[in-house]
């Protein structure tokens, strides 16, 4: 899924969209004495919150919190799919080393086991587009497949079975008989066909899909077509976690839970304060914190937690699942750019995400009010899809926080005085695959390997610059609105 998916095949429309945010947030963030004060004054945002996802039954169970001081070769904040993928390379790569992860609630309680399901090759910013750099959209594609390939090896060497369904995922086209109208349509077919083509003369794999081939797969006429991409496919989140939870510490990674750090002092060697006041003493530090590093004071600048939300309806009876025409395991997602993405599970409950993104003044976390219209807008959308499903009862309704940067693109490398804080952020939605190639790139950029990356344009750098409040909530909601009047036209 794409929260804020910039994925409208147009160049000129994803720089509208960068444009209206950095407009706004970057020229009045940037002249404003404001803008430095107000960190000093507002509450640490994003708080964490509990998962209460479908994804979040499968969990791995909780490890016991960090009880008493320590001394580490490299410590890891987060217990997401970075934290816990670059734990595991770090201990195939230094055997000898010590490596903790500290994570606040529980792993996956983050985006990490509360997600779309979908696994997606690419980043955010290059999904199923055919840029001007065909090389280098190329490469990353292939980074990304040969990322799945390791997922599947690992699925083995743990023997935690992650639900890998890797039969591909559609990206649809709105304007079927039941979309945004015939000429809509059209002109969104004529787009999906010469986009699949450039694609394939790039050397990614893609189809164009047209109606009837995607009703039959997906069982909706929603949508005009689709484009395929064969690659893809999806997980069971919950399930993922697990799997990367036990290859960390099958690899010797020391993992502590409901352990939350308060405060990071910078060094040489930094020193970690945990809530109940133990201490962390490590030479090195991996932020894989999503967009939560915020409240110790890290990453503001590059990504803001902006709110994306799902449901899962109960199980389809055999009756209720063969009336819906959904032959294909292949979990989509629609062309709008606020994305809707769906997909089905084993047990064969329909999941639906996505719609209208929320962000709240300083990283806040919407209520319960506001979450509820949210779900009820997603049932709306699932019966419009799926007339046969409009009495089928949601049976778990979560939401959750994505780290979107604001040219949706994701940043890895290093910072600090020392050069010795590494971080990962601003997978916009896109981080189930990407995350653990995140995770194995810090683990190499750890190790000194860092010249194999040198050509990844993501390295060493952040995201263009996101102001403090009250200059982010301005800069966000122009981009928002302007998504909204884009998606409109
Ligand atoms: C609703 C939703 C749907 C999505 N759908 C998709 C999808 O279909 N496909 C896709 O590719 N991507 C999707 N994404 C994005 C994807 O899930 C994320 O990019 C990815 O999981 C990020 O992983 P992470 O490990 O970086 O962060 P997280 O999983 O958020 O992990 C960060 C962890 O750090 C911990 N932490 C933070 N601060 C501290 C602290 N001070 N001390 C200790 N621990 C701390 C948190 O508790 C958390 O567990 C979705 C995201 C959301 C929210």
Same mark, same amino acid.
């Given at each position: 899924?794409?929260?804020?998916?910039?994925?409208?095949?147009?160049?000129?429309?994803?720089?509208?969209?960068?444009?209206?945010?950095?407009?706004?947030?970057?020229?009045?963030?940037?002249?404003?004495? /404001?803008?430095?004060?107000?960190?000093?004054?507002?509450?640490?945002?994003?708080?964490?919150?509990?998962?209460?996802?479908f994804w979040?039954?499968e969990?791995?169970?909780?490890?016991?919190?960090?009880?008493?001081?320590?001394?580490?070769?490299?410590?890891?904040?987060?217990?997401?799919?970075?934290?816990?993928?670059?734990?595991?390379?770090?201990?195939?790569?230094?055997?000898?080393?010590?490596?903790?992860?500290?994570?606040?609630?529980?792993?996956?309680?983050?985006?990490?086991?509360?997600?779309?399901a979908?696994?997606?090759?690419?980043?955010?910013?290059?999904?199923?587009?055919?840029?001007?750099?065909?090389?280098?959209?190329?490469?990353?594609?292939?980074?990304?497949?040969?990322?799945?390939?390791?997922?599947?090896?690992?699925?083995?060497?743990?023997?935690?079975d992650p639900h890998l369904d890797?039969?591909?995922?559609?990206?649809?086209?709105?304007?079927?008989?039941?979309?945004?109208?015939?000429?809509?349509?059209?002109?969104?077919?004529?787009?999906?066909?010469?986009?699949?083509?450039?694609?394939?003369?790039?050397?990614?794999?893609?189809?164009?899909?047209?109606?009837?081939?995607?009703?039959?797969?997906?069982?909706?006429?929603?949508?005009?077509?689709?484009?395929?991409?064969?690659?893809?496919?999806q997980v069971h989140p919950g399930r993922l976690v697990a799997?990367?939870?036990?290859?960390?510490?099958?690899?010797?990674?020391?993992?502590?839970?409901?352990?939350?750090?308060?405060?990071?002092?910078?060094?040489?060697?930094?020193?970690?304060?945990?809530?109940?006041?133990?201490?962390?003493?490590?030479?090195?530090?991996?932020?894989?914190?999503?967009?939560?590093?915020?409240?110790?004071?890290?990453?503001?600048?590059?990504?803001?937690?902006?709110?994306?939300?799902?449901?899962?309806?109960?199980?389809?009876?055999?009756?209720?699942?063969?009336?819906?025409?959904?032959?294909?395991?292949?979990?989509?997602?629609?062309?709008?750019?606020?994305?809707?993405?769906?997909?089905?599970t084993r047990?064969?409950?329909?999941?639906?995400?996505?719609?209208?993104?929320?962000?709240?003044?300083?990283?806040?976390?919407?209520?319960?009010?506001?979450?509820?219209?949210?779900?009820?807008?997603?049932?709306?959308?699932?019966?419009?899809?799926?007339?046969?499903?409009?009495?089928?009862?949601?049976?778990?309704?979560?939401?959750?926080?994505?780290?979107?940067?604001?040219?949706?693109?994701?940043? /890895?490398?290093?910072?600090?005085?020392?050069?010795?804080?590494?971080?990962?952020?601003?997978?916009?939605?896109?981080?189930?695959?990407?995350?653990?190639?995140?995770?194995? /790139?810090?683990?190499?950029?750890?190790?000194?390997?860092?010249?194999?990356?040198?050509?990844?344009?993501?390295?060493?750098?952040?995201?263009?610059?996101?102001?403090?409040?009250?200059?982010?909530?301005?800069?966000?909601?122009?981009?928002?609105?302007?998504?909204?009047?884009?998606?409109?036209?």
């Open positions: 899924m794409r929260a804020i998916s910039s994925a409208k095949s147009t160049l000129g429309r994803r720089e509208i969209l960068r444009r209206a945010g950095l407009a706004v947030a970057g020229v009045a963030g940037g002249s404003s004495a /404001i803008n430095w004060v107000s960190p000093l004054v507002l509450p640490r945002a994003p708080r964490i919150d509990a998962n209460r996802s979040a039954l969990l791995p169970e909780v490890n016991q919190p960090l009880r008493a001081s320590t001394d580490s070769d490299i410590v890891i904040i987060g217990g997401g799919l970075t934290g816990l993928s670059a734990a595991y390379y770090l201990r195939q790569r230094l055997p000898g080393r010590r490596v903790i992860v500290l994570e606040a609630k529980r792993c996956g309680n983050g985006a990490s086991g509360r997600n779309g979908m696994l997606l090759t690419s980043t955010a910013d290059r999904y199923l587009i055919a840029g001007d750099d065909a090389a280098m959209d190329r490469r990353i594609h292939e980074m990304t497949v040969a990322n799945i390939d390791r997922l599947r090896e690992l699925a083995l060497a743990t023997g935690i890797l039969g591909g995922a559609l990206h649809t086209e709105l304007g079927g008989a039941e979309g945004a109208g015939a000429d809509v349509g059209q002109s969104a077919v004529r787009e999906a066909t010469a986009t699949a083509a450039r694609l394939r003369d790039s050397g990614i794999p893609a189809e164009y899909w047209d109606q009837e081939r995607t009703a039959s797969a997906i069982g909706t006429r929603f949508y005009s077509g689709a484009i395929f991409n064969p690659l893809a496919g799997m990367w939870k036990r290859a960390a510490e099958q690899a010797g990674a020391e993992i502590f839970e409901d352990t939350a750090v308060v405060r990071v002092e910078e060094g040489a060697v930094h020193t970690l304060r945990t809530q109940t006041g133990i201490v962390v003493r490590a030479p090195v530090l991996l932020l894989a914190t999503n967009a939560y590093g915020r409240r110790l004071g890290y990453l503001g600048a590059a990504a803001a937690g902006v709110w994306d939300y799902m449901a899962c309806t109960v199980p389809l009876t055999p009756a209720q699942w063969d009336s819906l025409g959904w032959q294909s395991a292949a979990p989509y997602d629609d062309a709008q750019t606020e994305t809707y993405y769906l997909g089905v047990d064969r409950r329909v999941h639906i995400g996505g719609g209208p993104v929320d962000y709240l003044f300083n990283d806040g976390t919407p209520d319960a009010h506001q979450q509820s219209a949210r779900h009820q807008a997603l049932h709306a959308t699932l019966a419009r899809l799926y007339p046969s499903l409009a009495r089928i009862p949601f049976e778990f309704l979560w939401g959750g926080i994505v780290d979107m940067s604001l040219d949706s693109s994701p940043a /890895i490398g290093r910072m600090g005085r020392h050069a010795n804080i590494y971080y990962a952020i601003g997978y916009s939605g896109h981080g189930v695959n990407l995350t653990s190639v995140f995770g194995r /790139i810090s683990a190499d950029l750890m190790t000194g390997r860092e010249a194999e990356w040198a050509w990844l344009p993501y390295l060493g750098r952040l995201p263009p610059y996101l102001p403090n409040e009250p200059f982010r909530w301005l800069g966000i909601q122009a981009r928002l609105a302007a998504v909204r009047w884009s998606e409109s036209r």
